[in-house]
């Protein structure tokens, strides 16, 4: 994660990012000096592979929060998905915590399901990153 001037942006590399049958969801907490909460998501799959996204509020699951100016990216060439959000959607703090997991499965093939977490801490931990300063 990097807390720059401005924005707040996440990169996720994956081993293998495939344009196959497979969905994925990146979903991404983040928490403030301030104590804010939000979380920003991105899914995509064989009928949408530049993806969508989602920005919420609260710890575990989307609510009413928006965010003008949060963009994300899909490159499959490198692997890579990134999560970009304006530091005002965060009310500019001081620094920002993240946790979060990555997500795969077939909707043809519902009995598997590959969940990693971003932080190797351990999935659905409530353990954060370090705090990330400006």
């Known amino acids: 994660m990097a807390h720059q001037s401005r924005r707040v942006a996440v990169k996720v590399h994956y081993a293998d990012l495939r344009r196959n049958d497979d969905q994925l969801i990146l979903t991404v907490w983040f928490r403030t000096n301030e104590?804010?909460?939000?979380?920003?998501?991105?899914?995509?799959?064989?009928?949408?592979?530049?993806?969508?996204?989602?920005?919420?509020?609260?710890?575990?699951?989307?609510?009413?929060?928006?965010?003008?100016?949060?963009?994300?990216?899909?490159?499959?060439?490198?692997?890579?998905?990134?999560?970009?959000?304006?530091?005002?959607?965060?009310?500019?703090?001081?620094?920002?915590?993240?946790?979060?997991?990555?997500?795969?499965?077939?909707?043809d093939e519902v009995t598997e399901l590959f969940v990693d977490d971003l932080t190797g801490i351990g999935y659905e931990s409530q353990n954060w990153s370090a705090k990330i300063r400006r």
């Open 35 to 107: 104590g804010l909460k939000r979380l920003a998501y991105v899914a995509a799959g064989p009928e949408r592979r530049r993806g969508t996204h989602l920005f919420g509020k609260g710890s575990r699951g989307p609510g009413s929060a928006t965010c003008k100016g949060l963009r994300h990216t899909i490159d499959y060439t490198q692997d890579l998905i990134t999560i970009s959000i304006p530091r005002s959607c965060l009310s500019r703090p001081r620094w920002v915590q993240f946790q979060g997991e990555a997500s795969t499965f077939n909707f």
